[in-house]
């Protein structure tokens, strides 16, 4: 178990680096898991041993969950009297959202309609 947690942070780190060394617009965690992603398929007998402690964190996933949900409700404070700003911007973006979603959809109809695959 000691092993797997080692490649599993050793993975991770290696994504921080990379990530502060290229100066990418991505995660240190996101770019250390496609790393491992990688691993794994390169190297299959790795599997076997990040499966136990992987399964294991997956099972307590959602006491990971706790800061983010403390920082949510502190950070809920500061908003206090700025609630109109805060709608308005949500209903912007979400109708901003809904309308590049709705172009994509039409621009990607006409594309296989031209083409004879609709």
């Known amino acids: 178990m000691l092993a797997a947690f080692a490649v599993l942070l050793l993975f991770q780190c290696l994504g921080e680096g990379i990530v502060f060394v290229f100066h990418l617009p991505l995660p240190?965690?996101?770019a250390g898991m496609l790393l491992l992603m990688a691993a794994l398929i390169a190297f299959p007998a790795l599997l076997a041993l990040v499966e136990q402690a992987a399964n294991m964190l997956l099972s307590h996933l959602s006491l990971l969950f706790i800061p983010a949900g403390v920082g949510?409700?502190?950070?809920?404070?500061?908003?206090?009297?700025?609630?109109v700003a805060i709608i308005a911007s949500l209903v912007v973006s979400t109708v901003l959202a809904l309308a590049v979603t709705g172009l994509l959809l039409r621009g990607i109809d006409r594309g296989q309609s031209k083409d004879g695959n609709a």
Not at 74 to 81: E, F, N, T
């Open 28 to 30: 240190g965690p996101v």
């Open 72 to 83: 949510i409700v502190v950070a809920a404070s500061s908003g206090s009297g700025h609630w």
